[in-house]
């Protein structure tokens, strides 16, 4: 099985990308989100683009599960290139915070485009994902 920082990860809510269509810089087409994975120390960083919605926040969970479970430390996000979250993706975002909290890793949300930055800040969940505490693994 490939380490999470070894490989980009499509994920699709209406057909695949092609190998070459999931990773460049350019706009995704609607309704994709493409993950891809560095090691930064004990952490894994996960960069996530595209839309965030019902269901590609079930793939998304389930990928960013995996690279939690097998980072030494926890989970850094980079959602700077998330056009679009709706409340399913806030849900894998609180979800997987849980799960770290479990397994005494973090989960932090270290860069927020302004769709996420939005959501988070109308909630009130900003200081959870991104301040001290959500490196440190505090709840």
Known sequence: MQKPAEYHKSLMT???LPRDGGS???PLPPGRLVVSYTSVGP???ATVRGELDLNAGRQLHRALHRALTGS????D???TRLDFCDCAGLNVLLDLR???LRQHKTLTVSAAGPAVGR???LIGARELLTGPGARSGRP
């Not at 030494?72 to 989970?75: I, K, M, Q, S, V």
């Open 72 to 75: 030494a430390e926890g989970l």
């Open 98 to 100: 849980r799960q770290a």
């Open 14 to 16: 209406r057909g695949c």
């Open 24 to 26: 460049g810089p350019g």
């Open 119 to 121: 959501l988070l800040d």
């Open 43 to 45: 952490w894994t960083r």
């Open 77 to 79: 996000l980079d959602l």
